[in-house]
């Protein structure tokens, strides 16, 4: 999948699972986790920001979907652990604190799941 060209995205786990819930630590991998860094050329971000939200970029939350509709490539890659997400401001104060080494990961992951330790 490295280098590829991602014709589709979502926010929940592709391809859905009808019966049950989605098996989200099978070896090998079922599912990959979505993590977005984005960077447009300026008259990709200017067409991109003048262009009506698609419905199913409305749907999923995710901008990304207008780039895909308007038939631009996102190219994905693997890697072997996943970060923590940056989706708020709140989001990135953390990462920044964490960053400058006064929140350790764990702390960061706890405040970011209310508390609650994975197993």
Known sequence: MTG?????TSASPIPYVRDGEPDLNDEPPQFLQHLGLYAYRRHVLLRLANSPPEPQEQLEKLEQL??????YRIHVGVVQHAAIGVDTLEDYDRFVAMYQG????????????????AA
Do not use: D, V
């Open 102 to 117: 006064r929140e350790t990961q764990e702390e960061s992951l706890l405040s970011l799941t209310g508390g609650i330790k």
């Open 66 to 71: 207008r780039a895909l509709a308007l038939g």
């Open 4 to 8: 590829a060209a991602g014709p589709c």
